[in-house]
């Protein structure tokens, strides 16, 4: 459940087996440098520029992490998981349904912020913060063209203020037959459209500890929950 530092080597203690990259969050670790792509990203004070790159690091089935350090990195496009047995997460887990230090942001019309094609993916303790006006979109989409199965999305705070009416927070696919997805310890604040949609296919999706609200008036949301799913 937590990084380590062994023998100079940092671990995920949930995957020892795989390699952990660090990405930067516009702070420099102390005796760090700047962030780059051209960096290793394999220590905290050598981390590398972009999320996108982290994942072109890792190999699949291997249970490789990114780790993104405390501040917020900015996309324009969306991050795309398509690589089996990966975790994408902040450096400090804050506990369930709170904000996170480690900050993605997107104020981009029509892109998804998380595209998860791959199966055993695991996203936890990140904040999300979607704000375009215009977007039609889930911010998290899973299983578009791959089946995702067993996906955990955990302790995520995704902050939807400010965003569009047809904005959606998580949308699980179901002609590519994502099952077993796991939703726990999630905020969803100020959905606009959907806060999760279950599609016909999704089943056995698993939500518990999770906080979906619309506070805000003037996008009215729809539906905290959506399923046409089977035993969830």
């Known amino acids: 459940m937590a990084l380590l530092n062994v023998h100079g080597r940092w671990v995920n203690t949930d995957k020892p087996g795989g390699s952990v990259f660090f990405v930067g969050g516009g702070t420099v670790a102390f005796g760090g440098i700047g962030a780059s792509d051209s960096n290793s990203g394999l220590r905290p004070e050598q981390p590398l520029a972009t999320i996108a790159q982290g994942m072109t690091q890792c190999t699949a089935g291997r249970g490789d992490t990114v780790v993104l350090l405390p ?23 804050t506990g369930p349904n709170t904000r996170n230090p480690s900050l993605i942001v997107c104020a981009t019309n029509t892109v998804i912020m998380l595209d998860i094609d791959a199966p055993n993916v695991t ?13 039609a979109v889930a911010l998290i989409d899973v299983g578009g063209t791959t089946a995702s199965p ?5 302790n995520l ?9 047809t904005t959606d927070a998580i949308n699980i696919q179901g002609d590519t037959v994502s099952t077993g997805v796991v939703i726990e310890g999630c905020t969803i604040h100020d ?3 959907d806060g ?12 518990r500890n999770c906080r979906i609200y619309d506070g805000v008036t003037a996008n009215e949301g729809r539906y905290g929950i959506s399923s046409v799913s089977d035993g969830s």
Do not use: P, R
């Open 191 to 193: 959905f606009d459209q």
């Open 196 to 207: 999760i949609i279950m599609e016909a296919g999704s089943d056995e999706t698993v939500i």
């Open 71 to 93: 501040g917020s990195v900015t996309i324009t496009a969306a991050i795309a998981i398509t690589k089996a047995d990966v975790t994408l997460q902040g450096y400090t887990c």
């Open 123 to 135: 996203i936890k303790d990140l904040t999300l913060d979607h704000n375009s006006t215009t977007a």
């Open 150 to 154: 067993d996906l955990l999305l955990q």
């Open 157 to 165: 705070f995704i902050d939807m203020e400010g965003s569009g009416t």
